[in-house]
T-cell receptor
Framework: AQSVTQLGSHVSVSEGALVLLRCNYS??????LFWYVQYPNQGLQLLLK??????LVKGINGFEAEFKKSETSFHLTKPSAHMSDAAEYFC??????????FGSGTKLNVKP | EAGVAQSPRYKIIEKRQSVAFWCNPI?????LYWYQQILGQGPKLLIQ????????DSQLPKDRFSAERLKGVDSTLKIQPAKLEDSAVYLC?????????????FGPGTRLTVL
């Protein structure tokens, strides 16, 4: 069975500071991993995904994530937070049939 | 390219009433998903269609929830009768062929409040 754990339901950073959102997964097979962002009253938008190949994945809006198999992690980072990054972020793992298992989400607050 | 469309955006009903949601996926996408997102939680898959066939409905409460995807295009999700615990956002998503590497594209969701 697949599952995702996101540590920290709320993360607060100052504008310009590093953003680090944690995601650990459990999967019996090599995983496909995704990060989505959700703004208030909107659907989920893909930030980035890892399927195969290079373990450092770059996404939209300056975000990137690194797949670490030995740590079963796929943490999301951004070097410098912007006010517009305030949103809820979801990590997901997919099986071979594209069934997604989502984490419980992390709300990012960016302080001016 | 048009995104995933959902309607209505908001719905308020009394418990024991029925309600239906509609979803139109991205053109050409074979796979369609319905998720339930309860406040403070991640989305939970209710049902997955491949064209007009059901791939996975293991988490769909079949005593009150039903879904169909006629002609393999748009889809409806129905709840009858609704319970208080059904209050949630119902998200529709679609993807190309349903492979593990596919990106799922989400609609804006329907926020259901059951009073």
């Amino acid at each position: 069975a697949q599952s995702v754990t996101q540590l920290g339901s709320h993360v607060s950073v100052s504008e310009g500071a590093l953003v680090l959102l944690r995601c650990n997964y459990s999967s019996s097979v090599p995983p496909y991993l995704f990060w989505y962002v959700q703004y208030p009253n909107q659907g989920l938008q893909l930030l980035l995904k890892y399927t195969t190949g290079a373990t450092l994945v770059k996404g939209i809006n300056g975000f990137e994530a690194e797949f670490k198999k030995s740590e079963t992690s796929f943490h999301l980072t951004k070097p410098s937070a912007h006010m517009s990054d305030a949103a809820e972020y979801f990590c997901a793992v997919s099986d071979d049939f594209n069934k997604f298992y989502f984490g419980s989400g992390t709300k990012l607050n960016v302080k001016p | 390219e048009a995104g995933v469309a959902q309607s209505p955006r908001y719905k308020i009903i009394e418990k024991r009433q029925s309600v239906a949601f509609w979803c139109n996926p991205i053109s050409g996408h074979a796979t369609l998903y319905w998720y339930q997102q309860i406040l403070g939680q991640g989305p939970k898959l209710l049902i997955q269609f491949q064209n007009n066939g059901v791939v996975d409905d293991s988490q769909l409460p079949k005593d009150r929830f039903s879904a169909e995807r006629l002609k393999g295009v748009d889809s409806t999700l129905k709840i009858q009768p609704a319970k208080l615990e059904d209050s949630a956002v119902y998200l529709c998503a679609s993807s190309g062929i349903g492979a593990g590497t596919d990106t799922q594209y989400f609609g804006p969701g329907t926020r259901l409040t059951v009073l």
